[in-house]
């Protein structure tokens, strides 16, 4: 999430964004600190339950964010080489082990990671579990882990009840599992570090965090229902992750007012970065780190904006959580996290919502591998009305990144399948007003 | 005598890659893909277990649902569904074995809400986890109860903990014999009687036809091993992805090698998840598929380092080879740890790139391997 990549703008103007990007590294720095004074740093992945380790005040850095920071200083390609010199793969997972890549290399971006005490991730796939475990060998962290459970039948519109419901929803022999381990890795991380787990201050983190969430899918909303869209993906991602990363402090509960704020006075005034606005994409993966200005072309060329991507849809729907015990509520959260954004139904039916919720006129898909189930994330928004373009790519890995191509591909989608979707979709919203 | 027994293991062995019958020794047939499905709990249900393979070359009916990235036999397993080769059975349990069945059942499972097929059994699923902590047992407990349940609805019957022993003991009878052909076939110190590619089909057949039937067959093949010629050729420990086809070992072979064991559920680790005399069986069921004798997906490379290296050294091999398949993830994670292991028993080596599922040609693998067979037998001879 670099300003500058490739020699291109991300497009991001947002003072949120660039205040959350400033804030970053000024955390990072802090961290640092506190890790060359003694304390243990945490490594986690982005859907693992960073909210104990919050209320156990252990930092942490999570590992996509690290990833996104190094494929952004254009550091994967030399990176799988490393991994590949020690052995081990570098032709899968890659956006989720060039984290530990970085650690092999002598100049890392930002100074480097500093040393790594505990890895806590959830296990989805068969390589996961082995990266991690590649942390504890490589680098003496203790892998934490949390299991991936698969429920036999699923309700396909979890959004409509998983706030309050989702003991029901999810099941619970998970609900029970997750809530298990959590309690197991409290204890270990008291034991190893002498804290001491404040169940008060754990309460206030689940409130921030439905707090944040909150004012993340009012903003969602916003951007919803208003053409032109006062921002795009490229304002978006910074705005709501870097938060996210921060999720369950107060600076993360008020960057995520601010963000709404600047966005809603924006739609007040009718400002766009695109005040032509003629058709609404959607960006349907991981964000593209190594070439965050490819998605501002398609503004310029054709008022093709980039309005949704899952980062903000999912902070939006996914997170927030009701319940009275609060570390049962955190397993309701996280125990079928992977569900809502890498197997169908759940993920599927979820992009189809939000697409048409967003008033999307065309979505690119882009995915390397059939993680997500990309024929059933493609039939259903189809199925929805909204045209579908599946690019390859991977935000891990610039190697194989053809910017040319990609860019006319996209660009022959738009002219021949997006364009008169987005006509009649202008011309219906025109009659209704 | 012998030959005839190795002959119709060979044929049984080959029935996997056809349509599963409706009944075996006549019982109805449960199809299931994944080694972490009990078949004890099939076989005290009434039901006879007929585990189903992909088949190369069968991919086309499960090309429009998986993009790159889905293990092949998965997608070969889901175009040999969608094109009925279960029909017949009585339905279909997965387990939580690899990421590439989980997927298979994700697939099923969304293809049946979207547009139900005719052709495709009743499934189950088996979520069976395998971190080694109480937490996931406890679940796998409650997981193995709701299994049990679910087959005993399709039964009409209920299973009783007495139904599951005596299924345990049958297929504990079966795990014996497929340990009996690794010690007496493939290691014992006067040299290999079975090639890799003919254990392979002995220790296949037992997934696709009854213990009553197979449990025979092996009692006579292992009664007149005396008859069956000594192999050649460099010693070879198979370990990596598993391999539900024959084709890695014939091209291993092909070079001069004989492969004397393995440690894959196709092969001879499948003879290593014994249930035993347990007071507490559903237990001990659980524990067999979740922590016995560890695959590759599911567990920790150095788990799997040590076994690796304690069974190629139990099998006296000269050399280990690490075959990987392209997007079964997990095994390519263990080599770096693997080797380790196996220098400490002195046991060198050898990875070879990821393959793709059921290719007719392994071009790159055959020059890698060769090489290495070459320069291990010179080692030997020095």
């Not at chain 2, 192999?231 to 370990?239: C, E, K, S, W």
């Not at chain 2, 092969?267 to 560890?294: F, K, M, N, T």
């Given at each position: ?24 590294r ?5 961290l ?54 020690r ?85 619970k ?38 707090e ?20 795009t ?60 200005g ?107 990144w ?21 006509a ?10 | 005598m ?63 649902y998986?993009?790159p ?5 998965a ?49 189950s ?43 345990a ?13 690794g ?10 009687r ?27 093949l ?31 072979e ?7 064991g ?121």
């Open positions: 999430m670099s300003e500058f990549t490739r020699g291109r703008r991300t497009g991001a103007s947002l003072p949120s964004a660039k205040a959350a990007t400033t804030y970053q000024q955390w990072f720095a802090r640092k600190e506190r890790a060359a004074a003694g304390d243990p740093v945490a490594l986690v992945n982005a859907d693992a339950p960073q909210e104990i380790l919050r209320a156990l005040d252990i930092p942490y850095v999570v590992n996509q964010w690290w990833a996104s920071v190094c494929a952004a200083k254009q550091r994967s390609g030399p990176y799988l080489r490393l991994l590949a010199e052995g081990y793969p570098a032709d899968q997972e890659q956006y989720n082990s060039l984290a530990l890549a970085s650690t092999f290399d002598d100049d890392p971006p930002w100074g480097g990671l500093p040393p790594i005490s505990f890895v806590l991730a959830e296990m989805t796939g068969d390589a996961l579990r082995k990266v991690f475990e590649a942390w504890q060998r490589e680098r003496g962290a203790t892998f934490l882990g949390f299991e991936r459970t698969v429920p036999r039948e699923v309700d396909p519109h979890w959004w409509d009840r998983i706030e309050d419901d989702w003991e029901a929803l999810v099941g022999p998970r609900i029970d599992l997750m809530t298990a381990e959590l309690t197991g890795v409290i204890r270990h991380l008291e034991v190893a570090t002498g804290r001491t787990f404040d169940e008060e201050r754990f309460r206030t983190v689940m409130e921030l965090v439905n944040q969430q909150l004012y993340n899918r009012a903003t969602r909303d916003l951007i919803a229902r208003t053409s032109p869209a006062p921002i993906i490229a304002d978006s991602i910074p705005s709501v992750m870097i938060p996210q990363w921060h999720r369950g402090t107060e600076w993360a509960r008020d960057a995520a007012r601010t963000f709404y704020e600047e966005v809603r006075e924006r739609a007040d005034n009718g400002e766009s970065p695109c005040p032509d606005e003629q058709i609404r994409l959607m960006w349907v993966g991981t964000g593209l780190w190594f070439d965050m490819f998605y501002s072309w398609f503004q310029e060329t054709y008022g093709a904006m980039f309005v949704w991507s899952m980062y903000l849809g999912l902070a939006a729907d996914g997170y927030i959580r009701h319940g009275e015990d609060p570390l049962r509520t955190l397993a309701g959260r996280f125990a079928a996290f992977p569900d809502m954004i890498n197997a169908p139904p759940w993920a599927s039916e979820w992009y189809a919502k939000e697409a048409v919720h967003n008033r999307i006129d065309g979505a690119v898909h882009m995915a390397t591998t059939d993680r997500r189930g990309n024929y059933f994330v493609n039939r259903a928004i189809e199925a929805a009305g909204v045209p579908v373009l599946q690019i390859v790519g991977d935000s891990g890995d610039a190697r194989s053809d910017q040319e191509a990609v860019q006319a591909q996209v660009a022959e989608f738009i002219e021949k399948r997006v364009a008169p979707v987005a009649r979709r202008r011309a219906r919203e025109e009659r209704r007003r | 012998n030959l005839d027994a190795l002959g119709q293991l060979a044929a049984l062995y080959e029935t996997r890659t056809g349509p599963v019958p409706a009944a075996l020794d006549d019982r109805p047939t449960v199809a299931y893909v994944g080694a972490d499905v009990p078949t004890e709990v099939l076989s005290a249900a009434g039901f006879a277990p007929f585990r189903f393979p992909g088949r190369s070359g069968a991919y086309e009916s499960a090309a429009r998986c993009g990235g889905i293990d092949g036999a997608v070969s397993q889901l175009a040999r569904l969608l094109d009925g080769d279960a029909a017949a059975s009585a339905g279909l349990a997965l387990s939580a074995d690899c990421e590439g069945t989980v997927r298979l059942f994700l697939y099923l499972r969304e293809i049946q809400r979207l547009e139900r097929r005719p052709g495709i059994p009743r499934l699923y088996f979520d069976l986890l395998h971190l080694p902590q109480r937490t996931s047992a406890v679940y796998n407990r409650s997981r193995l109860d709701a299994f049990i349940a679910e087959m005993s609805e399709w039964a009409h019957r209920p299973i009783t903990d007495a139904d599951l022993r005596e299924a003991a049958e297929h504990d009878r079966v795990r014996a014999l497929i340990r009996a052909v010690s007496e076939l493939r290691t014992a110190p006067d040299g290999p079975l090639t890799g590619v003919q254990a392979l089909a002995v220790i296949g057949a037992a997934f696709v036809s009854s213990p009553r039937v197979w449990c025979a067959l092996a009692e006579q292992l009664a007149d091993a005396g008859d069956l010629p000594r192999r050649p050729g460099i010693r070879v420990f198979l370990t990596g992805c598993g391999h539900d086809n024959p084709s890695a070992y014939q091209l291993i092909s070079l001069g090698a004989v492969i004397v393995e440690d894959h559920d196709w092969g001879a680790l499948a003879g290593e998840r014994d249930i035993g005399p347990s007071q507490h069986l559903r237990s001990a069921l659980v524990r067999s598929r979740a922590l016995a004798a560890p695959a590759s997906a599911g567990h920790a490379a150095a788990l799997r380092a040590e076994q690796t290296a304690r069974m190629a050294a139990a099998c006296g091999a000269d050399l280990v080879v690490a075959w990987t398949r392209q997007y079964d993830d997990a095994p390519a994670w263990d080599v770096p740890v693997q080797r380790e292991s196996l220098e400490r028993v002195g046991i060198p080596l050898v990875a070879v790139p990821a393959q793709p599922y059921g290719a007719a040609r392994h071009d790159d693998a055959a020059d890698l391997l060769m090489s290495a067979l070459h320069e291990r037998t010179a080692e030997m001879s020095r």
